[in-house]
């Protein structure tokens, strides 16, 4: 039901996009189980809070709690947006979207460690050495970068098979876009991890402040590509 509702927003935002799955799959609906479990995971407790108190730790995890599900809801629109479009689900996409199911299940708990160490760790009782910053941040990057690497190679695959979706010049130009966007966002994983590997220790965790460069570089990426888009959308007019 949630992912039709968004499909009609989707559609209204890609006007020049011919939305191709209308139906939710059987790989859609499985996916949406690994997301529901996956937000399950990452609740603050299961507990009713008993006393004021507990109350209160709990409630400090919120903004932890908050910044976890944020990132799980932007993969679960990537992830949804590509099926709307494409409607691929042969072994290749299967195996990409398995193997991406994979990480979100299994990097649950790092990114919540990561979030409540930022926001809350000592009403966490989270505890970590300096020496072991380094080692998160890879943990940490090396997730996100094979994330947006799976994203990468599934619009890379419905690229392949644009006369078999036929896709308009504009769509191509659509799918490509995704397809660079998915590399930025890798490329920016792998500078997170370079600048924790030459800062100290002790430093290391400022290579997360890397993360912020995603804006700048969207903002120029998109406005260069819009201008070409532009171009191209009156060239077909024309």
Do not use: C
Request: proline share 3%; aromatic share 18%; no cysteine.
């Amino acid at each position: 039901m949630m992912r039709k509702t968004i499909a009609n927003k989707i559609q209204n935002s890609n006007k020049n996009f011919r939305l191709r799955g209308h139906e939710v799959k059987r790989i859609e609906a499985f996916s949406d189980a690994v997301f529901g479990f996956a937000v399950t995971l990452l609740i603050v407790s299961l507990e009713v809070p008993k006393s004021f108190e507990e109350l209160m730790i709990t409630m400090k995890g919120f903004f932890a709690f908050g910044f976890s599900f944020a990132l799980l809801m932007f993969i679960w629109y990537e992830q949804n947006m590509f099926f709307r479009r494409y409607a691929l689900d042969n072994r290749i996409i299967i195996f990409l979207n398995a193997f991406l199911m994979f990480l979100v299940l299994f990097y649950v708990y790092p990114l919540k460690f990561l979030f409540t160490l930022i926001f809350s760790p000592v009403s966490a009782g989270i505890q970590i050495e300096q020496s072991q910053v380094p080692t998160l941040m890879y943990i940490y990057s090396g997730g996100y970068i094979i994330i947006y690497i799976l994203f990468f190679f599934m619009y890379v695959y419905a690229y392949k098979k644009k006369d078999v979706l036929e896709l308009t010049p504009a769509e191509i130009f659509d799918t490509k876009t995704r397809m660079w966007a998915h590399l930025i966002l890798v490329l920016i994983g792998v500078l997170s991890i370079v600048v924790a590997f030459i800062l100290p220790a002790d430093r290391a965790g400022a290579a997360g402040f890397v993360y912020f460069l995603i804006g700048p570089a969207f903002s120029i990426f998109h406005s260069l590509r819009g201008k070409r888009k532009r171009a191209l959308y009156k060239e077909v007019n024309e």
